[in-house]
Structures are given as C-alpha cells and as structure tokens.
Nanobody
Framework: QVQLVESGGGLVQAGGSLRLSCAAS????????MGWFRQAPEKEREFVAT????????YVGDSVKGRFTISRDNAKKTVYLQMNTLKPEDTAVYYC?????????????????WGQGTQVTVPG
C-alpha cells in the first residue's frame, strides 16, 4: 500500500502560481510512477501530469502545457506540481496518484493509489 496526502491548494488570482505537494508513505515510493489529475464540478476527471519513478520522463496534459511542471524528490517521498499562470478553468480538486509500476502514464485507470485531493480555486 501507498498512502498519499496532497497539500498546497488554495485560492489564487488569475495569473498567479501555486505549488502542490503530495507526500507518500507506506511501501517504497521510488519505484512508483506518479501522476496528478483534477476534477472540476460536473466534469470528468482529467489528466494533468505524470512522472516516471526516476523523474526522467514527464508528460503534461495539453490544457496545462507550458504552465504546469511535475517533479519529484524520492528522498523526501514527495511529488510536486508547480502551477504557473493559473486560469479560472484550472479550478478543480487536484488528486495525486501512484502507479504500481515505474513508467509514466496518463490514464487514470492505470493508477492504483489515490490521495484525498486538494482544492484549487482561481476566481474568474
């Protein structure tokens, strides 16, 4: 089992920045690929970003490309999502997720472990 706890969400004005953190505990973290997803009210869960176990491979979704960056610190068992130039359409609950395997992936059904989520609100 891997337990995940997100933090760093909040209210930020359009154009601002936030950094989300996801702290992992339990089974080994360094061999798990990690991802961030988000879900806005009445919308499907959306892929945001993923990172391989080593951090050497990263992908971000088209809607956040050029604005969001994913990174990880295996020594701290933490994955980060740096969000810049935030827009009202970025408003959502952001979830951290872990795979059982090492490769980055964008499908939510490829992730076995999920955090409780953290709210990000960007007023219009």
């Amino acid at each position: 089992q891997v337990q995940l706890v997100e933090s760093g969400g909040g209210l930020v004005q359009a154009g601002g920045s936030l950094r989300l953190s996801c702290a992992a505990s339990g089974r080994t973290f360094s061999r798990n690929a990690m991802g961030w997803f988000r879900q806005a009210p009445e919308k499907e869960r959306e892929f945001v970003a993923t990172i391989s176990w080593s951090g050497g491979v990263t992908y971000v979704g088209d809607s956040v490309k050029g604005r969001f960056t994913i990174s990880r610190d295996n020594a701290k068992k933490t994955v980060y999502l740096q969000m810049n130039t935030l827009k009202p359409e970025d408003t959502a609950v952001y979830y951290c997720a872990a795979r059982r395997t090492a490769g980055a992936a964008s499908g939510s059904n490829e992730y076995a472990y999920w955090g409780q989520g953290t709210q990000v609100t960007v007023p219009g």
